[in-house]
């Protein structure tokens, strides 16, 4: 259970001694129960009330990873049920299926569509995370070779092994164990056997119930065996009973902190109809997965999915934004055109986006408005014709450029006088009032 402060209190040293940086005792306890700091930074309080506190401390979901390197996926460790508290911290994974009956042919489409589906959003990189490889063969050796194949095609993409049987699990882990793989499929009949491949290869265990009941119980009988990470699957498969079923883990990981179903959850959203997968990943990125298994990766469905998951996983009480700085576009010249913008990241994406669809080589002057877009920014004073001036000053663009002349939005054009004003010997443009129109702007003032 989690402790209150009160209670926390009670059991560090009271000695007010101000080592952990905090001024009394009871003010680290508070920051402690909001999980806002570690008990480790009390240097004085008692190995037993570090290991209540210690296990009181810990995220109501396990964080568990999954692969190794740039590419891992760490899932788990949220802390709220609704993102207008906190910020979801952990984007869930989408795992493309690969069966081991597929032809090497399918396979390797498959592989190659997994590692070429990154794109770059708002400074982010998106992409499907990991691959699932299913032993629908029933075929050990079947199940090795294909493990052997996706993972020398694609050696950094973090894999999930499906199979029921231990010894199956074993030969492919002896594979691919040092790429930290999920094996998935312990359920109550395999649970001794799959818990000591997992220990053995040090890899994170998914766990199958039917029903929260018997999810709860296997997970704690696994824990007793001695694995820490696991994944779980309530299998649930329709969507009623994944929102219900997500909901109910989710509630009762956070607000009991019932530790038996603090864990990461694994969906399984695989349809015919790509459409109704999509809606099915809809839900599961809305409603608490943290690995979503998918049959395809068409383009289409991966753009939908990626800004919605992206969407859902940053901080809404924290405007998305880029650092303030003089942006090269193309390859400017002292002669090039400068502009200038917020630091609101999508208007800074789309503003920088346009500049290169004009291929008209430019700087952009990008202002810190703390994230708000242009007309936000203006109406908020952050964006005013003092501070742009202090700001293209401060710059020490004049030292790069031959030329004096700063084109602004067309949305704050009312700005154009007062900014020349501050800004003496500058010429200010008034640039269009939308990003779309920046291509012909440019290329007009080019010929
Ligand atoms: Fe209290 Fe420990 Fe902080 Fe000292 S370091 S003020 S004993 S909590």
Redesign the pocket.
């Known amino acids: 259970m989690a402790l209150s402060g009160v209670e926390i209190f009670k059991m ?14 009871l ?3 508070m920051k402690l129960a909001q999980r806002q700091v570690s008990i480790e ?5 008692s190995e037993e009330a570090k290991k209540i506190l210690s296990e009181a401390a810990a995220p109501p979901i396990r964080p568990v990873v999954l692969g190794v390197g740039d590419k891992a996926v760490k899932m788990g460790e949220e802390t709220v049920l609704f993102r207008h508290d906190k910020k979801f911290l952990n984007p869930c994974a989408f795992a493309l299926e690969i069966k081991d009956t597929e032809s090497e042919n399918d396979i390797n489409k498959k592989v190659e569509a997994v590692v070429n589906s990154e794109i770059d959003r708002i400074g982010q990189k998106l992409r499907i995370d990991a691959i699932l490889i299913q032993n629908s063969s029933n075929d050990s050796g079947r199940f090795e070779s294909v493990v052997k194949l996706v993972s020398t095609k694609a050696p950094q993409v973090p894999l999930i092994l499906s199979t029921t049987d231990p010894s199956t699990a074993e030969a492919a882990l002896k594979v691919v164990a040092d790429k930290r793989p999920l094996l998935y499929g312990a359920n109550e009949s395999n649970a001794e056997a799959m818990a000591n491949v997992a220990k053995t290869y040090k890899v994170a265990l998914g766990v199958y119930a039917k029903g929260l009941e018997a999810l709860s119980a296997l997970t704690e009988k696994i824990k007793g065996l001695g694995v820490e990470d696991i994944v779980i699957d309530s299998g649930a498969r329709k969507a009623k009973e994944i929102i219900q079923d997500n909901t109910l883990i989710r509630r009762a990981a956070i607000k009991k902190n019932f530790r038996p179903l603090g864990y990461p959850i694994i969906n399984f959203m695989q349809r015919d109809d790509a459409m109704v997968e999509a809606l099915m990943t809809v839900l599961g990125i809305t409603k608490y997965a943290s690995i979503i298994v998918i049959s395809n990766v068409d383009r289409w469905k991966n753009l939908a999915t990626f800004t919605l998951r992206q969407n859902i996983y940053t901080d809404p009480q924290v405007p998305m934004q880029v650092e303030q700085k003089i942006y090269k576009i193309g390859e400017p010249t002292p002669e090039s055109p400068l502009l200038i913008t917020t630091n609101f990241s999508l208007t800074y994406f789309i503003v920088s986006g346009e500049i290169e669809n004009s291929k008209v080589p430019s700087r952009l002057a990008v202002m810190d408005t703390e994230g708000l877009s242009v007309l936000t920014s203006w109406a908020a004073g952050k964006f005013t014709a003092g501070k742009i001036a202090q700001f293209i000053k401060d710059s020490g663009i004049e030292n790069e450029i031959n030329h004096r002349e700063l084109i602004i939005p067309g949305y704050v054009a009312l700005l154009s006088g007062s900014i020349e004003e501050k800004l003496p010997g500058w010429k200010i443009t008034v640039g269009p009032r939308e990003a779309n129109g920046i291509p012909v702007f440019l290329r007009s003032r080019a010929q």
């Open positions: 560090l040293p009271k000695t007010n001694c101000k080592k952990c940086g905090h001024p009394t005792c003010a680290f306890a930074e009390c240097p004085d309080v």
